[in-house]
């Protein structure tokens, strides 16, 4: 049976490490740092993840402004929030969740964020800098970030060992591959074109699967011993349950926790990490603010 990596008590360590360093902050400095949320559109998921972002902003003694915007408001619109945003001294952070809808181009809105205020990492330029050896971005994603810290809290060592990610899109499977590189890992990213999947994932000593298919990865598919990191949040119907649905993840859990040296289940695996990384991010936004030396 594997070790279970128990992301809500990690993240809740991390969070409690940055209550305090927030609270230090607002007595050095008489400022709070503060994070903008912007949320288009009524994507019931979207609109959980934001909430639980602004409530987490409370607990750790940062201030949130959220905006919600409806489906229809223009990329003109948007951008103009953004630049809004972004002249705004007490917002040190802008993140604005994904997905937008269709007749907005993502690209250009998270363009229109500046460096400095990137908390989730998205703007183009601090992607490339991922990826490019001897650059660090501004800031780092939050997910791709809460899966590297879950493996060095778990003492899971990167370097030299092979990676293999499940999926390459911008928020998690890109970025994370590139960090994993960053880190010294041998990674191979497969995506829906990958021929004899199985065969590839066999070679990981960690696998990190981000494709959003609902138990996809199957215990055959995994060495003995590989570290598995669950990113998947996906909703099954499940008639035991009043609500009717539970949240699982793209890992077939209690089949792979069999053959897995270790494992992060879902809920209570990536999820609060993501969290935990987006406040970190938010007080580093905070600090370079109120630095002035830091240069981008
Ligand atoms: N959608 C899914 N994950 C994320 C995230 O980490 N940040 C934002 N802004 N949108 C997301």
Redesign the pocket.
Known sequence: MAHIIDGAAIAAAIREEIRLEVARFKADHGVTPGLATVLIGDNPASAT?VRNKRKACEEVGLASFGYELPATITQDAVIALVNELAARPEVHGI????PLPAHIDDQAVLAAIPLDKDV?GFHPSNIGRLGLKGRTPAFAP??PKGCIELLDRSGIAIAGRRAVVLGRSA?VGLPVALMLLARDATVTVCHSKTTDLPAVTREADILIAAIGKAHFVTADMVKPGCTVIDVGINRISDPTRKSGSRLVGDVDFDAVSQVAGAITPVPGGVGPM?IAMLMQNTLLAAQRAVAHSFTL
Do not use: F, G, M
């Open positions: 993840y993140l604005v969740q994904l989730d939050c997910t928020i993501t």
